[in-house]
């Protein structure tokens, strides 16, 4: 078992309480950013005449071996050690002898593992960022080959008012929007360096705090070093950002599933991204779309759980927080993991157009702009929403759309009808005539989509 801290001990910690203990199952997954902050670190204790350079020299050659064994095969991360930064310095000591027992000066494990998950959790947010747009991008690429697409727009999930197909996916578009500015602002606030925090109070050894935290891609560093060691706000927020994404990946899987039922029939999900039933032949099921559902609790569980683990802490490094690794890395791991399956599927999809258009046509969704006919011609608002309600009641007796309906009988409902109802109330009149910013008119959503253009080209040059 190798131990960083046995000196003040005289017997060996019990085998269950050492496995009970130990991390290195899972914090081995920053081993990179484990020899990356050491790197550093040595090359600001050279720099400040901390260690000399011969020293510098060896430290470096030592912790280069390591990576390139680890990522060769060569050298196994096992579970003979205790932590990650146990095994590069257990490691290292062998390599290179004496120089390697310097790699610790002016530092604890309390701000190396707090660098550690830092540096990890920060290349997540930016590749989580990364999956996104390529996500929005997948959308924008449906909503302009969709600005005439007429489908219904729902309510309740009943149908109410007609609208296009780029007009629904820009709805998306603007919730991973938002998810892609969340992930801009989490990394701004927790791009601070903790390393030099030692193990809550600072040291004594004239480190250069600004040239690592620099030198990492920081920043600056931490203000407070009690804070530094034990602040991990900045991943409940990533956490409670990647619950939201998941959220709003539920949602849109929610829709793809009801749309590709038997009864909608709005969506075609490609065979690459669909699975058959062991029993059923004639079965293609959405499952990439209700996995991606079902995973989204496990988001939030981890989220719930960081949160319960961070409540009662007192400052400053306590045990508790090694329980911020686990279920954090599954998170990361699921959610980039859905955001890729869900874009491909969703790219690969394809949109029955015409069964759209029926659905729409169907539903009554031109009921609203046929009482907007009718106050244009005279009739108070109210009194027309109730003459569109006896229309409706008629057209479901008949079991037949407004737009069927001759005038002779929708006079004899209101006389204020005429024959350009038709053309007012028509799917393509319901949805051209609506131009307001944010509607659903081919104006607008042209509008829509140019703005969306500029905004991914702003976020990717």
Not at 205 to 217: F, N, Q
Request: proline fraction near 2%; glycine fraction near 6%; hydrophobic fraction near 35%.
């Amino acid at each position: 078992m190798a131990q960083l801290w046995g000196g003040r001990f005289t017997k060996a910690t019990d085998d269950l309480v050492y496995e009970f203990n130990a991390s290195i199952t899972f914090d081995k997954t920053f081993f990179h950013e484990d020899i990356a902050g050491s790197r550093v670190h040595v090359k600001m204790l050279s720099k400040q005449g901390i260690i000399t350079a011969e020293d510098e020299k060896a430290i470096l050659a030592g912790l280069d071996s390591i990576e390139q064994d680890v990522d060769n095969g060569k050298l196994e991360i096992t579970t003979e050690y205790e932590d990650i930064h146990s095994f590069v310095e257990a490691n290292l000591i062998d390599r290179i002898g004496e120089p390697g027992k310097k790699l610790h000066t002016g530092r604890s494990r309390n701000d190396q593992v707090a660098l550690d998950m830092r540096l990890y959790t920060r290349s997540q947010v930016d590749y989580t960022k990364e999956q996104l747009v390529d996500l929005l991008n997948v959308i924008l690429r449906i909503m302009k080959d969709n600005t005439s697409t007429i489908m219904p727009g729902f309510t309740h999930l009943q149908k109410a008012q007609p609208i296009t197909l780029a007009h629904h996916m820009g709805a998306y578009f603007e919730m991973f929007r938002r998810d892609v500015e969340r992930m801009s602002d989490i990394r701004r606030r927790m791009n601070y360096c903790p390393l030099g925090s030692g193990a809550l109070a600072g040291t004594t050894y004239p480190l250069d705090r600004d040239y690592t935290a620099s030198e990492l891609g920081f920043t600056g560093a931490c203000n407070n070093s009690m804070d530094g060691v034990s602040d991990r706000d900045y991943l409940i927020e990533y956490l409670s950002a990647l619950s939201t994404v998941m959220m709003h990946l539920s949602r849109f899987s929610e829709e793809v599933i009801i749309w590709n039922s038997n009864e909608y029939g709005f969506v075609e999900i490609d065979d690459s991204y669909s699975t058959g039933s062991s029993i059923m032949p004639q079965k293609k099921n959405p499952d990439i779309a209700e996995l991606v559902r079902g995973k989204t609790g496990r988001v939030y569980g981890a989220l719930m759980s960081i949160l319960t683990t961070m409540k009662g802490i007192p400052l400053a490094y306590n045990k508790d927080m090694q329980e911020d690794k686990e279920l954090a890395f599954d998170a990361m791991r699921t959610t980039n993991g859905c955001i890729q399956l869900f874009a491909g599927m969703l790219d690969t999809m394809s949109f029955n157009k015409d069964v759209m258009y029926e659905s729409a046509k169907l539903g009554f969704t031109n009921a609203t702009d046929a009482a907007d006919y009718l106050v244009n011609h005279g009739v108070p608002f109210r009194d027309a929403h109730g003459i569109i309600g006896q229309i409706v009641l008629y057209c479901i007796d008949k079991g037949i759309a407004i737009d069927d309906m001759s005038l002779e009988e929708l006079k004899s409902i209101c006389p204020a009808f005429e024959e350009d109802i038709y053309d007012a109330i028509s799917m393509e009149t319901c949805v051209s005539k609506r131009l307001t910013k944010g509607a659903c008119s081919k104006k607008s959503m042209e509008e829509a989509i140019a703005n969306y253009e500029s905004y991914i080209e702003s976020i990717t040059s």
